[in-house]
C-alpha cells in the first residue's frame, strides 16, 4: 500500500563521511552487509562506555510537555545513543548529528525521537477521535504525513501509536488510543504502524512507530494517572496484549514500557511481558525503551531499593533504553566491572538499538536536507487530509427534526458558546509541534463556507462569570438557528490529567439552558478529550455532535458537516456513560450472574450513548442476516452478509460492526466481541452487501490467562446492526 509519500532523494547530503570509509575493513559501515552483521561488527567493537551511551536516551531542544519540564537540557554527548528532540530545526539536527559522526570514535548516529501522536506539524484529530472513522486507511495516511514531517525535521522516531484499551473516561489518556475495543485498537495500530513506517524504515520519508504504553497503563486505580493496575492474567491476555501483539506482527520497530505496576510487578522491569511474552513468543526483535524516567520511579513503586537495583531489574527484565532519567548511565558500569551483571545483557539491549538505527538507514543518511518549514510542513495535500479526516471523526448524537445540515434559509447562525473562536484547544493535548496559529477556528469555518455568523463567545470554559449570558441570549433570539460551542480545554485530557467527573462545568450547561431559552433550533458542538455526561446537553439541543478535538483543520470540518458538504459517519468507540459514578461503562464486560439485577439504585442502568452508536444524515436499513451454513467446521470457512439499504435521498457512508458472542465456554466471554468492521459508501436509495468471512482459528478463538489460545466447539451467535443468528462450531 503506498500513502502517498513523495520520494525525497538525499543522497549527496547521506554520503558524508560514512560512505567514503564503506571501502575500509569495518563490516558495520558497509550498507551492502546483511543488517546482523553489521550490528555484530560494530558490537564487537565498542567499549563498554560506548555500550552505556547507545543505552541511554537524554533531551534536546525545547520542551513540549508539561509534566516533564523538571529535566535540564545537558550538554550532549557525541556517543549519546538517542535524544528526545524537540526542536523543529534541521540545521539544529545536521549539527547535533554531525557531532554524533565525526566526534564519536566509531560514528554512530544519533536516533532522535518525539511524541508526535496525532500530527507533527499538521495536526490531526485526537486518536480516539481517529478510531470513531473506522477508517483505518486514513489513520495510515495521517500517520504518514506526520512521518515525513518528522523525518524533514530530524525525528526518525515517534512515540506512537498508543494502543492502551480505554476502561475509564476519567482515566486523561484515553483521548490518546483508540477506545475501549481491543480489536479496533489493534486494525487502528496496525494502520498507523504502516503509515509511520512505510514500505522501508530507511526511506527519507519513514520514521519508527513505538508502540505504547507497555502494557495495561489504562487499567490505572479510579483512571487516576500513574495508578497500580491490577489486572488479571485472562485479560491482560484477552483485552491489554492483542492490540500489542498485532502491531508487533504488522513490524513495528520499537515498544515502550509503561509506567504502572502490573498486579505486583511494575511494567518496566517486567521480565514476563518484555522478555517471555513480547520477545519469546512474537518474536520481537526491535528495541525497548522506557517511558519517561520509568526506571528511577520503580524505587517510588516499591520495586527497587535504589538506582542500582532500579537498574538491575530493567535491564534484566529486557528494557533496552532509558529515557532521560540517567540510572544506566550512572549504573551499569558498576553493576558490570563488579560481575553483578553480566556483560552480555547489556550487549542484548545495544544490539537492538543498534538494529533500529541500520532499519532507519541512519548510518547511511545521518544529515537531512536543510528545507524551508513552506516546503516541510503544512502542505496543501496534508491540510486537506486533515479536513477531510476531522470530518470523518465527527459523532453526530442527535438530530431532532434533521435540523442538520443546515439549510439555507437557516443561514444566519448564532455561534456561540467558549470553543467558538478557539485556536489552542482545538488541537488536543500531545500537539507535537503543532501552532495554534495554524488551526482553523470553528468561526472562521463557518464564515469562510458563506453562512452569515453572528460570534459571541458568552461564556468562559469554567468559573462564573455569567456577564455575557444576556447578550448571548439576544444574539440567539435574533438568529435562524443557534450553534453553541462547548467543551474541554486542551489540558483537561492527556497525560497527568484526570478529572474526577466526565461532566462539563456547571457554567457551560447554564449558559446552553440560557441561550436555548431564546426559542431558535439549537445545534451543539462538544469539543472533548475524552466521552462526557451528555444527557442535559442532549436535553436542550435539537442536534449534537461530537468532534472531538479535531486539530488544524478542525474549524473547516465543521463547516463542511453543518454544511452538508460532508455527511457525518462516524461511531462512538468508547461508551458515553450517564455520569462519572456509572463507570466502568465499557461496552465488552462479562456477563453477570443476575443481568437484570445489581444496578446501582440511585441511577439508571444505561448509558446515555453507547459503543458503535452514531447518526448519519442518510437512513440505513439493515436487511436479514444471511449465513452460508448452520454449522462450521475449525478448519472451515463460514460466510455471512447483510444488505444495508440506504433508504434517503442522500448519500451516505455506513460502518457495519459485526460481533460474535460465544454464550458458554471454559473461561466466559465478553457479552459480545467486534470481529470484523467495514465502512462503504451507499449511493442514495442504492443497497450495498456486507460481507464477513468468519475463520474459526482467528475469530471464534481466545487466549486463556497463560497466553494459549482455545478454540471451543458449541453455539455461537452472530450480530451486525440490530439482526442476530446464531450458527455451531463444529
Ligand atoms: C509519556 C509518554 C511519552 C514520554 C516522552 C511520558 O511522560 O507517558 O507517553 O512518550 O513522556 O515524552
Redo the contacts with the bound molecule.
Keep these: 500500500m503506498s500513502y502517498g509519500k513523495s520520494v525525497i532523494f538525499l543522497s549527496v547530503l547521506a554520503c558524508g563521511i560514512l560512505a567514503v570509509s564503506c571501502a575500509g575493513t569495518d563490516v558495520y559501515k558497509d550498507p551492502s552487509a546483511p543488517v546482523e552483521k553489521r550490528v555484530e561488527d560494530l558490537l564487537s567493537k565498542m567499549t563498554l562506555e560506548e555500550k552505556i551511551y547507545q543505552v541511554t536516551q537524554w533531551t534536546y531542544g525545547k520542551n513540549m ?1 508539561a ?2 519540564v523538571e529535566t535540564s537540557m545537558k550538554e550532549v554527548s557525541p556517543m549519546i545513543g538517542s535524544l ?1 528532540y524537540r526542536s523543529t530545526s534541521p540545521e539544529y539536527y545536521n549539527m547535533i548529528q554531525h557531532k554524533a559522526v565525526e566526534e564519536s570514535r566509531l560514528g554512530i548516529p544519533i536516533l532522535c525521537g518525539f ?1 508526535a501522536i496525532h500530527g507533527y506539524k499538521t495536526i490531526f484529530p485526537i486518536p480516539l477521535a481517529q478510531s470513531c472513522s473506522w477508517n483505518p486507511d486514513m489513520v495510515a495516511r495521517s500517520c504518514a504525513v506526520a512521518a515525513e514531517e518528522c523525518r524533514l525535521s530530524g525525528v526518525h522516531w515517534t ?1 506512537s501509536p498508543v494502543l492502551d484499551v480505554a476502561r475509564d473516561s476519567r482515566w486523561g489518556r484515553v483521548s490518546e488510543g483508540y477506545g475501549e475495543d481491543p480489536y479496533l485498537t489493534s486494525e487502528m495500530g496496525v494502520a498507523a504502524v504502516r503509515g509511520y513506517q512505510g514500505e522501508d524504515l530507511s526511506d527519507t520519508t519513514s520514521i519508527a512507530a513505538c508502540l ?2 507497555f502494557v495495561g497503563y489504562s487499567w490505572s486505580q479510579g483512571g487516576r494517572d500513574y495508578q497500580y493496575t491490577e489486572i488479571s492474567d485472562q485479560t491482560l491476555w484477552d483485552t491489554a496484549l492483542p492490540p500489542f501483539e498485532a502491531a508487533v506482527k504488522a513490524g513495528a520497530a520499537t515498544v ?1 514500557s509503561a ?1 504502572n505496576d502490573i498486579s505486583g510487578v511494575p511494567a518496566s522491569a517486567n521480565s514476563y511481558t518484555m522478555n517471555e511474552v513480547l520477545r519469546g513468543k512474537w518474536g520481537f526483535d526491535g528495541l525497548v525503551v522506557s ?2 524516567g520509568a526506571v528511577v520511579q520503580l524505587m517510588s513503586q516499591g520495586a527497587a531499593a535504589d538506582t542500582t537495583e532500579a537498574c538491575m531489574k530493567a535491564i534484566t527484565a529486557g528494557l533496552d533504553m532509558d ?1 532521560v532519567d540517567d540510572v544506566y548511565l550512572t549504573s551499569l558500569d558498576s553493576l558490570i566491572t563488579s560481575g553483578q551483571l553480566d556483560e552480555s545483557v547489556l550487549d542484548e539491549a545495544v544490539r537492538r538499538i543498534l538494529r533500529v538505527k541500520f532499519r532507519l538507514g541512519l548510518f547511511e543518511k545521518p544529515y537531512i536536507a536543510e528545507l524551508p518549514e513552506s516546503e516541510r510542513f503544512l502542505l496543501e495535500d496534508s491540510r486537506k487530509l486533515a479536513r477531510a479526516f476531522a470530518a470523518e471523526t465527527f459523532v453526530l448524537l442527535k438530530n431532532e427534526g434533521d435540523i442538520l445540515p443546515l439549510s439555507s434559509d437557516r443561514r444566519t447562525v448564532a455561534l456561540l458558546g467558549p470553543m467558538a473562536d478557539n485556536r489552542e484547544d482545538l488541537m488536543g493535548s500531545w500537539n507535537g509541534q503543532g501552532d495554534a496559529g495554524d488551526v482553523v477556528t470553528i468561526r472562521e469555518g463557518l464564515e469562510a463556507s458563506g453562512m452569515s455568523v453572528k460570534y459571541f463567545g458568552g461564556c468562559p470554559f469554567d468559573g462564573d462569570d455569567r456577564s455575557g449570558f444576556t447578550r448571548a441570549k439576544a444574539i440567539a433570539a435574533g438568529s435562524d438557528v443557534v450553534v453553541v460551542c462547548l467543551g474541554e480545554k486542551k489540558g483537561w485530557s492527556g ?1 497527568n490529567a484526570s478529572r474526577a467527573g466526565i461532566s462539563l462545568p456547571r457554567i457551560q450547561l447554564d449558559f446552553l439552558r440560557t441561550v436555548a431559552s431564546a426559542g431558535k433550533p439549537v445545534v451543539v458542538l462538544v469539543s472533548s478529550g475524552r466521552p462526557v455526561e451528555m444527557e442535559e446537553i442532549a436535553r436542550h439541543a435539537d442536534a449534537l455532535v461530537e468532534i472531538w478535538q479535531p486539530g488544524t483543520e478542525g474549524g473547516n470540518a465543521v463547516a463542511d458537516v453543518l454544511s452538508g458538504l460532508v455527511n457525518p459517519s462516524g461511531k462512538l468507540t468508547m461508551t458515553f456513560p450517564l455520569c462519572s459514578e456509572q463507570q466502568p461503562s465499557f461496552y465488552n464486560q462479562r456477563p453477570s450472574a443476575r443481568p437484570f439485577m445489581g444496578h446501582y439504585q440511585d441511577i439508571s442502568k444505561k448509558p446515555v450513548y453507547e459503543f458503535g452508536y452514531g447518526l448519519s444524515y442518510s437512513d440505513f436499513e439493515y436487511g436479514e442476516l444471511r449465513i452460508d451454513h448452520e454449522s462450521v467446521a475449525t478448519d472451515g470457512r463460514l460466510t455471512a452478509e447483510i444488505d444495508v439499504t440506504n433508504v434517503s435521498d442522500t448519500d451516505g457512508q455506513e460502518t457495519v460492526l459485526w460481533f460474535i458472542q460465544d454464550p458458554v465456554a471454559s473461561v466466559t466471554r465478553p457479552v459480545k466481541e467486534l470481529r470484523h468492521f467495514e465502512k462503504r459508501l451507499i449511493r442514495a436509495g442504492q443497497t450495498e452487501t456486507f460481507r464477513f468471512e468468519i475463520e474459526p482459528q482467528k475469530h471464534l478463538s481466545y487466549y486463556d490467562g497463560d497466553g494459549v489460545r482455545h478454540l471451543e466447539a458449541g453455539d455461537f451467535r452472530l450480530m451486525a446492526g440490530p439482526r442476530k443468528v446464531s450458527f455451531a462450531l463444529l
Excluded: P, Q
Design positions: 510537555n509534566n516533564n528526545l511524541d512515540f505504547k504504553h515502550m509506567f517511558d519517561w529515557m497525560e
